[in-house]
C-alpha cells in the first residue's frame, strides 16, 4: 500500500531560525495536504496542493509540491513561538480515495 | 470554523466497561474518518465510512466498531475497553477530494 514518510521527526529551533519539514511518497499523488496540530489541539488544514511544480505562500510558510509529485515540503522563515506544534502531510494516491497521513514533524521554538 | 462534534472530550472508565464516542457534523459531508493519536505522535486511521450504511475498517487493527445509519452522525464503539485503548480519539469529514476537518478529538483513559 502507499507509504507517506516525513522527515524530520523532530525539530528544535531558536526563533527566528528557519525550518522545513519534507514529505516522500512511495506512490504519485494526486494532490498533498499539509495540517498543523498545535499541542493538545486537533489538526487543522494549512493547504493542499494539487499542481507539479506547485508552490504556495502563506505569510511565513512556503508549501512546495514536487514535479513528479511523489515529494513535497514545508518551509519556515524566522520561526515564531506560535508555530510550535506537530506538522503533518496527508498525501491522496491518483488511483485511491483516501488520503494517507504522514508520520508527522514535531517543532519546538525557543524564545 | 468546522462544525463537527465528539462527545465526550474527556473520560475516565475502568477496565471491561462498554464506551462510545460520538462524532457528528453538519455540513453534510458524506465521508467521515476515525482516528487514533497518543500525544504528539502520528494519526492511525481505524474507521472510515463513505456515506450511510458504508463502513469500512482503515490501516490499524482496532477492536472497535462503527455505525453510520445517518449522514452527520459517525458513532465509535468499544464493547470492552482496555488500557491498550488509552488514547486521544479524533473524528474526521470531508467533501472528497478536498480538506478534512477534525473534531476536537475525545481521549479516552482506561484504569
Known amino acids: 500500500g502507499q507509504q507517506v514518510m516525513q522527515i524530520p521527526q523532530y525539530q528544535h529551533v531558536q526563533e527566528g531560525e528557519d525550518f522545513t519539514t519534507y514529505c516522500n511518497s512511495s506512490?504519485?499523488?494526486?494532490?498533498i495536504q499539509w495540517y498543523k496540530q498545535r499541542p493538545g489541539g486537533h489538526p487543522v488544514f494549512l493547504i493542499q496542493?494539487?499542481?507539479?511544480?506547485e508552490v504556495k505562500k502563506q505569510k511565513r510558510l512556503t508549501f512546495q509540491f514536487g514535479e513528479a509529485k511523489k515529494n513535497s515540503s514545508l518551509h519556515i522563515t524566522a520561526t515564531q513561538t506560535t508555530d510550535v506544534g506537530t506538522y503533518f502531510c496527508?498525501?491522496?494516491?491518483?488511483?485511491?480515495?483516501?488520503?494517507?497521513f504522514g508520520e508527522g514533524t514535531q517543532l519546538t521554538v525557543n524564545p | 470554523e468546522a462544525d463537527i462534534y465528539q462527545t465526550p472530550r474527556y473520560l475516565v472508565i475502568g477496565t471491561g466497561k462498554k464506551i462510545t464516542l460520538e462524532c457528528s457534523q453538519t455540513?453534510?459531508?458524506?465521508?467521515m474518518y476515525w482516528y487514533q493519536q497518543d500525544p504528539g505522535m502520528e494519526l492511525h486511521l481505524i474507521h472510515y465510512?463513505?456515506?450511510?450504511?458504508?463502513?469500512e475498517k482503515g490501516d490499524l487493527s482496532s477492536e472497535s466498531t462503527v455505525s453510520r445509519i445517518r449522514t452527520e452522525h459517525f458513532p465509535l464503539t468499544l464493547e470492552s475497553a482496555r488500557p491498550s485503548h488509552t488514547s486521544q480519539y479524533l473524528c474526521?469529514?470531508?467533501?472528497?477530494?478536498?480538506?478534512?476537518?477534525f473534531g476536537e478529538g475525545s481521549r479516552l483513559t482506561v484504569l
Open positions: 474526521a469529514s470531508s467533501d472528497y477530494p478536498d480538506e478534512l476537518f
Open positions: 506512490t504519485t499523488l494526486s494532490n
Open positions: 496542493l494539487v499542481k507539479s511544480g
Open positions: 496527508a498525501g491522496l494516491e491518483t488511483s485511491g480515495s483516501r488520503l494517507t
Open positions: 455540513m453534510g459531508h458524506d465521508k
Open positions: 465510512s463513505y456515506g450511510v450504511n458504508s463502513t
